[in-house]
């Protein structure tokens, strides 16, 4: 029976050792690194057949679901990327009253998730991390009531989408055709706004009018 | 899965009974192990060799030539990619930097055969070992900070060669040993067709009782 723990003991401590000697792919990230850009578009359509556009002067903030309009120095910053990437690619910016063939929303996308973590594991082998003998009860042991933990999540996200405004009255909707996604650490900032822009344009070597 | 692992466990009970009879020949074995991936591990997954890797096995010598061991270890492996455009299904396309992870801890029986037998006083001794059993696997794969772990326990074996450098007094038959493994694990997924293998590996072996 002894000689079973002896075994179960080596077998937990050479997991410990193992998972101690491997690398955390996430930690190993600049906050540059941990983003990914994403974007996506309807195939069908020929994007220089467009001129002009027109982008809405304040970002979307959808929070869990409930949306508000809100434009700070961050959200300038993406708006005028999105600006100077368009003019760059050959379309014409102009006021929304001149009926613009493009219409571009950006949006703030917060989701909150929620989780449980268990205190049991921890608990368990407690005494083992912290002899009771230091605080002058050896022999005893702990008591802790915690089973667990909720804890929550919020991760933001950045969105751009393209409005297909020429033939919304022909198709009675407003077609999204192109949409750009950054999602990853340290987005909301303003100087790096105009690189992180940049990084779905230039995947979207499509999108042009020229 | 279930079955292999109830196999396992009836395998490593009767090596134990059988060790209980004859401490003597229990000999243990730790070690260090460079581990560098091969086909289409390498080529589909992750190029770069591991040097995150050991070893340990407990073993009954049968008789002076034959030993059967109870063989694991770990061998972690990881590669960042620089940041790179991905297509996805449709016309989704991502920009990421990707890191692949893979961690494989063999959980083998290894048979090994020492031609020159363990009385042998040559200061070289050649030995070649077989093993098989299962690979526990976990892939890991990170588009950016997003991703995560699969685990997986598929069939794997290994072909070994190597030398024993004794030292210490005979009796103990304490050895340096130093080899080379080819290991196979029978492996698919997304683009991986194979976990296939070579490892070096420095460790030393000694009698338990």
């Known amino acids: 029976m002894k000689s079973k723990n002896v075994l179960w003991l080596t077998i937990l401590a050479l997991g410990a050792m193992f998972s101690g000697c491997t690398k955390d792919p996430v930690a190993n990230l600049t906050a540059e690194e941990s983003r990914i850009y994403i974007t996506d578009h309807d195939s069908t359509v020929n994007f220089s057949t467009f001129k002009t556009f027109s982008i809405s002067d304040s970002v979307a903030v959808i929070n869990d679901g409930r949306a508000s309009k809100e434009i700070t120095a961050t959200d300038r910053a993406f708006i005028d990327a999105v600006k100077s990437e368009m003019q760059a690619k050959g379309f014409t910016l102009v006021n929304k009253s001149a009926n613009p063939d493009l219409g571009i929303n950006v949006s703030r996308i917060y989701n909150t998730s929620t989780g449980i973590v268990s205190y049991r594991n921890y608990y368990d082998m407690y005494g083992g991390y912290y002899d009771p003998y230091y605080w002058g009860y050896g022999g005893y042991g702990y008591y802790s009531p915690y089973s667990y933990a909720t804890y929550s999540i919020r991760e933001g996200a950045l969105s751009i989408d393209m409005l297909n405004l020429k033939n919304a009255a022909a198709s009675n909707r407003i077609n999204v055709i192109w949409t750009g996604l950054i999602r990853g650490s340290g987005i909301f900032n303003s100087s790096t706004a105009a690189d992180q822009v940049k990084m779905l344009f230039n995947q979207s070597a499509y999108l042009k009018n020229q | ?209």
Do not use: W
């Open chain 2, 1 to 209: 899965m279930k079955k292999n692992i109830a196999v396992f466990m009836t395998l490593l009970v009767c090596m134990l009974t059988l060790s209980a009879s004859a401490q003597q020949k229990l000999k243990m074995e730790l070690g260090y192990n460079v581990g560098t991936p091969l086909g289409s591990f390498k080529n589909d997954f992750i190029s770069k060799t591991s040097y995150r890797g050991g070893y340990g096995e407990i073993s009954y010598a049968f008789n002076p030539k034959f030993s059967l061991g109870l063989h694991s270890g770990f061998q972690s492996y990881y590669q960042k990619y620089d940041r790179q455009v991905y297509k996805l299904q449709g016309n989704e396309t991502v920009s990421a930097v990707v890191s692949n992870t893979m961690e494989i801890v063999p959980v083998m029986l290894r048979g090994t055969f020492s031609p020159l037998g363990a009385s042998a006083t040559a200061k070289v001794q050649p030995y070649v070992s077989a093993a098989a059993g299962v690979s526990l696997i976990n892939y890991g794969q990170y588009l950016g900070e997003f991703g995560g772990t699969e685990a997986s326990g598929p069939f794997s074996a290994q072909a070994g060669a190597g030398i024993k450098i004794p030292f210490g007094n005979q009796y103990n038959q304490t050895a340096f040993k130093i080899g080379a493994t080819y290991n196979f694990t029978n492996y698919k997924r997304n683009d991986i067709s194979n976990l296939n293998t070579v490892g070096f590996n420095a460790g030393v072996v000694f009698a338990l009782k």
